[in-house]
């Protein structure tokens, strides 16, 4: 079983829909929690980090962690063309050390 | 500016042919980081290191060897590339503070072993 789980996708959203991304992962004992997004023959580029239970918004993002399900979504509204990429979610296990271990990443695709 | 830089950017190589990738950043980051990243599989750490003289095996470390004998540089070598180390890889730093909430990456650098 890998440690952090995402479907492939590619999830298709129209232009301004709510876009809703999910990760699960297998460490109980996982504190943190990160989204990165990559746009296609680029480098990751951190977007969103998250600690603690609840959700964390940023700008037209939110991150929601909930623990005891162990899983951790991102939330893109008034999703734009300009947001299609693929998104890798990243956890730091506890068992880890400073290691970090990457989803298989999600393609989102916004359709004018 | 800011950056971490890797060299080469593309790279064709044959099984065996020893090879180093060399990564470099410019901004006194303590945590370094190497990873390589296939189809489906997202990003998979190799090596990483907290500061100088101080490296660590991250997930996939086998066939791989790395150094870290000045802060800035944090080169990735292959021994004896196989065509199955045939991948997209990429060098990351980070403040030991926070090595993963501010964590900047290299432009990649994609190996074709034959």
């Known amino acids: 079983q890998k440690e952090v789980e995402q479907n492939s996708g590619p999830l298709s959203v129209p232009e301004g829909a709510i876009a809703s991304l999910n990760c699960t992962y297998s460490?109980?004992?996982?504190?943190?929690f990160f989204w990165y997004r990559q746009y296609s023959g680029k480098s990751p580029e951190l977007i969103m980090s998250i600690y603690s239970n609840g959700d964390k918004e940023d700008g037209r993002f939110t991150a929601q962690l909930n623990k005891a399900s162990q899983y951790v979504s991102l939330l893109i509204r008034d999703s734009q063309p300009s947001d299609s990429a693929t998104y890798l979610c990243a956890v730091n296990a506890t068992n880890a050390g400073n290691m970090l271990t990457f989803g298989g990443g999600t393609r989102l695709m916004v359709k004018p | 500016e800011a950056q971490v830089t890797q060299n080469p950017r593309y790279l064709i190589t044959v099984t065996g042919k020893k090879l180093t990738v060399t990564c470099s950043q410019n901004m006194n980051h303590e945590y370094m980081s190497w990873y390589r990243q296939d189809p489906g599989l997202g990003l998979r750490q190799i090596y990483y290191?907290?500061?100088?003289?101080?490296?660590d095996k991250g997930d996939v470390p086998e066939g791989y060897k790395v150094s870290r004998k000045e802060k800035r540089n944090f080169p990735l070598i292959l021994e004896s590339p196989s065509p199955n180390q045939t991948s997209l890889y990429f060098c990351?730093?980070?403040?030991?503070?926070?090595?993963?909430?501010?964590?900047?990456f290299g432009p990649g650098t994609r190996l074709t072993v034959l």
């Open positions: 460490d109980r004992g996982s504190q943190s």
């Open positions: 990351a730093s980070s403040p030991k503070s926070n090595p993963y909430n501010e964590q900047f």
């Open positions: 290191s907290m500061n100088v003289e101080v490296t």
